[in-house]
């Protein structure tokens, strides 16, 4: 059973950090694209990150271009997603998605529980 605990989510100022972590299990993870989705209250669920397997190529949106960084760890089967000079407009509930294939995971993807993201002054 594919099995994805994200954490690290919590309450920042704008302009802040953090690095969210997703542990993966289930499934043989050096395979398969990862990447993270997020949803803010009212608002379609939306892909902003994503890295493929073997040469981890990556992929944001403008949105979040130049502020977040994805990686992954293939030895302990974690997916990183660093967020920096955070905006009140980040702030959504952040899912880890394991794509189908080796590419990116879409909005349909098996993704992990969730962790909340929350930029406020």
């Known amino acids: 059973e594919v099995l994805l605990v994200e954490s690290g989510g919590g309450l920042v100022q704008p302009g802040g950090s953090l690095r969210l972590s997703c542990a993966a299990s289930?499934?043989?993870?050096?395979?398969?694209?990862m990447g993270w989705l997020r949803q803010a209250p009212g608002s379609e669920i939306e892909l902003v990150s994503c890295?493929?397997?073997?040469?981890?190529?990556?992929w944001y949106p403008d949105s979040v271009k130049g502020r977040f960084t994805i990686s992954r760890d293939n030895v302990r089967n974690i997916v990183y997603l660093e967020l920096n000079n955070l905006k009140i407009e980040d702030t959504a509930m952040y899912f880890c998605?394991?794509?189908?294939?080796?590419?990116?995971?879409?909005?349909?993807?098996?993704r992990g529980q969730g962790t909340q993201v929350t930029v406020s002054s």
């Open positions: 998605a394991k794509a189908p294939g080796e590419w990116c995971p879409t909005v349909n993807s098996i």
């Open positions: 289930g499934f043989i993870f050096s395979t398969s694209g």
């Open positions: 890295i493929t397997t073997e040469v981890s190529t990556t």
